[in-house]
């Protein structure tokens, strides 16, 4: 499903700014008029595959982190 990003307008004039998935662009719409949001612009978002790997924000766990550290030393003393 589409990712469209919005810019919008709450009840009481605040402005607010986020991302919904929809079928498309009316339904996106469609979706924040129900929140009780006021549309100032409304697009797709087009991902590239490298945007799409490194937006998974984890963190790297201690394992991780030691097996990536040691790597390097033994790389070094096995030349």
């Known amino acids: ?9 709450d009840r009481v004039g605040r402005p ?35 945007a799409t ?3 998974l924000k984890r963190k790297v766990g201690i394992g991780e982190l030691s097996l990536f550290s040691w790597l390097p030393c033994c790389a070094r003393a096995s030349r």
């Open 53 to 55: 790997t490194f937006e």
């Open 16 to 50: 607010s700014k986020g991302k919904l998935e929809a079928e498309n662009e009316l339904e996106a719409a469609t979706k924040l008029k129900r929140i009780g949001y006021t549309t100032l612009e409304l697009q797709e978002v087009k991902h590239s595959a490298f």
């Open 1 to 9: 499903m589409p990712l469209y990003a919005y810019q919008v307008l």
